[in-house]
């Protein structure tokens, strides 16, 4: 039966994986009611955990390295208790060769090499190449579901991204390209860049080394 994670968990957690949120994003992200969300903010605060800042007009809470550290201890004891055969680490590794191809398809997105510039813009002016990278993407969302049904049935967090994914997706081939690789939406490069952090938080693997 999968577990439901508990509240000052996965506020704290919804602040790494959105880097830098209001109020109103980390409740949307955490899932926690906003009276409950903004009592475990102001805690974690008082904890040295996250700050509160402000950026280019914007203002946010991002994690300390304090916070970082916490939130890492909270999900390795979260997963020794909910995981013992080790599925999500099982999960990752089918995950990685998933990864490496939603990088170049949002490689092929954002480039579009011509004879004169091997790192030309994609100007989105040829609907074959922006397709065959739309139809990678549609195959890496079916991929995805089984994915995430194992997370799930695991940690109950994890639900919902493939539908998230999906749902930028058609956004996508409706002819929205911004809902491919903006880092300010739901797109499908966040949805997916989102489930990678949250895959290599729970696992303490560091991003900088994986395979």
């Not at 000052?8 to 955490?30: K, M, Y």
């Not at 510039?117 to 990278?133: E, I, S």
Request: proline residues 4%; contains cysteine; charged residues 25%.
């Amino acid at each position: 039966m999968a577990r439901p994670s508990p509240a000052p968990l996965v506020v704290l957690h919804a602040v790494r994986l959105l880097g830098f949120a209001d109020n109103t994003a980390i409740v949307d992200r955490a899932g926690v009611n906003h009276e409950d969300t903004i009592e475990i903010l102001h805690d974690a605060e008082q904890r040295g955990w996250i700050q509160y800042n402000s950026f280019a007009g914007l203002e946010g809470w991002s994690l300390t390295e304090g916070g970082r550290t916490e939130n890492e201890r909270q999900l390795a004891l979260e997963r020794a208790d909910a995981d013992p055969d080790n599925e999500i680490g099982a999960v990752y590794r089918e995950f990685l060769p998933l990864n490496a191809r939603l990088v170049r398809a949002c490689t092929d997105w954002q480039v579009r090499p011509t004879r004169e510039d091997g790192l030309a813009p994609n100007d989105h002016a040829d609907p074959a190449w922006d397709a065959q990278v739309l139809d990678e993407l549609a195959s890496l969302s079916i991929a995805l579901r089984p994915l995430i049904d194992r997370l799930a049935a695991v940690l109950a967090r994890f639900a919902g991204c493939d539908t998230r994914f999906d749902a930028a997706l058609r956004r996508a081939k409706a002819g929205q390209n911004e809902w491919v690789d903006r880092t300010d939406i739901d797109s499908c490069h966040r949805v997916w860049f989102q489930l990678h952090e949250d895959l290599i938080a729970t696992l303490g693997v560091d991003r900088g080394t994986e395979h």
